[in-house]
């Protein structure tokens, strides 16, 4: 393995940050070829490794795992500037786009274009969820776990960290396999690390509530909460987030909500950055641009931060955590859980694109969500079905795609 200088690792992340475009496949598979295959920087067992650890942490992966390879190059330095660089174009594009729809989101032209988005965002949820499936459900008991997982959220309403929870002590349980020889450590003073990222993670908030800015406190306690049961990614969270600020705190809409989703798939960068868009809309609601401006700050703080803890603390020890079946039991376990969650926000955006009139069935603990067959949107499924096509069958890149479907909602409008 070849130590680069800071120059090339500047050079070589900030192109990666800008490239990152597609979605956290897309973006593992740039960072293989820059970091394993074109330059000599990762072995392909210490990024396959560092992989499968960033899959089954809270938080964006991709990006976690650009902060691990920066970590392994160069130390704390160049894990700060690989995954800095990994998210900062994108966070200045989605701060812009938020500033702008918090604008101009209610002009009928700019409504017209996001229904084709909002269509096109069911059908990518859809297809990660293969993707997810594919890879977390090789056994019956996963099967098993994904299905429970579903039924907990979609008819029990079970909050999203209990669901987790349960999957954890249910696969460290029977986690099987022999427990290997520890392999060769890195020196870690991990009680430091930890005690300094939790200190920069809880300075802003605290510094806040010290100055009475509630709502900015709110929004810093709320995001710090996610970052902490992001488990599978954003789009397995994105349901439970979508609870609390649309119907439990009123910041958005639901239609606002699948508009962020929408602009963070367009723009690169992790997809989680679709809080970043949520926090400057609570923001602005509460006093305009400043406030959604501050706001925005806080929850990409709030958000990114406690990757970085999770990797300048976990990352001496990814080797010895391989070998270890329990703990790869858990985390394997979580993985399926994450398919019945991410199954219950595909029908939950499904129903709220196509349907104007979603109504809830509640009887003792059952609580579902269901459609006014009446109140069907055809140019929502026709437009659905053209990204359907586009993205499953021909396999178009994303950004070509949700240019074109929203060019048609726009034009669907006319008529």
């Known amino acids: 393995m070849t130590q680069p200088a800071l ?7 900030g192109r990666i940050g800008l490239l990152s475009f597609g979605g956290p496949a897309a973006q593992i598979a740039l960072m293989h070829r820059e970091l394993v295959d074109t330059r000599p920087w990762l072995s392909e067992r210490q990024f396959l490794n560092a992989l499968s650890f960033c899959m089954l942490l809270p938080g964006p992966e991709a990006m976690q795992l650009a902060t691990y390879a920066g970590w392994r190059l160069r130390g704390v330095p160049g894990g700060l500037i690989a995954g800095g660089l990994f998210v900062l174009p994108g966070a200045i594009v ?4 938020a500033a702008l729809y918090a604008q101009f989101g209610q002009v009928p032209l700019v409504e017209a274009l996001f229904l084709g988005i909002k269509a096109t965002v069911v059908v990518i949820v859809i297809e990660a969820l293969l993707k997810v ?3 977390a459900l090789t056994g019956a008991d996963r099967w098993a776990i994904a299905g ?6 979609f008819a029990l309403s079970l909050p999203f960290p209990v669901i987790i929870l349960l ?3 249910w696969g460290a349980l029977t986690g099987r396999g022999t427990v290997e020889a520890d392999p060769p450590r890195v020196r870690a ?6 005690a300094t990222w939790l200190l920069a993670w809880w300075a802003p908030v605290a510094v806040l509530w010290a100055a009475g800015a509630d709502r900015l406190v709110e929004i810093g306690l709320f995001f710090s909460k996610l970052a902490v049961v992001t488990f599978g990614g954003a789009y397995a969270v994105l349901a439970y987030m979508t609870q609390e600020v649309v119907q439990d705190r009123g910041w958005l809409s639901t239609a606002q909500m699948m508009d962020g989703l929408g602009l963070a798939e367009t723009t690169p960068g992790p997809l989680i950055l679709v809080t970043e868009f949520v926090g400057y809309l609570a923001g602005h609601q ?3 641009w400043g406030p959604g401006l501050a706001a925005a700050l806080l929850t990409l703080w709030v958000t990114f931060v406690p990757c970085f803890l999770w990797i300048f603390a976990g990352a001496p020890y990814i080797e010895w955590i391989s070998t270890r079946p329990r703990l790869t039991g858990a985390l ?5 859980a994450v398919v019945g969650v991410i199954l219950n926000l595909s029908l939950w955006f499904g129903l709220h694109v196509f349907f104007a009139d979603v109504r809830r069935f509640e009887t003792g603990p059952l609580s579902l969500l269901y459609p006014t067959p009446g109140s069907a949107d055809m140019a929502a499924v026709a437009l659905a079905l053209l990204a359907a096509a586009l993205l499953l069958w021909r396999h178009w890149p994303l950004p070509g795609v949700l240019s074109l479907t929203a060019l048609a909602g726009a034009g669907l409008s006319l008529f």
Not at 7 to 13: E, M, P
Not at 94 to 97: D, I, K, R, S, T
Not at 332 to 336: D, G, L
């Open 7 to 13: 120059s090339d690792l500047l050079r070589v992340f």
């Open 94 to 97: 989605v701060g812009v786009l």
């Open 133 to 135: 499936a594919r890879r």
């Open 148 to 153: 429970l997982s579903f039924l907990g959220i």
């Open 167 to 169: 999957a954890a002590a």
């Open 189 to 194: 003073n991990t009680p430091a690390t930890v």
């Open 286 to 288: 509460a006093g305009g």
């Open 332 to 336: 394997t376990a979580i993985t399926a």
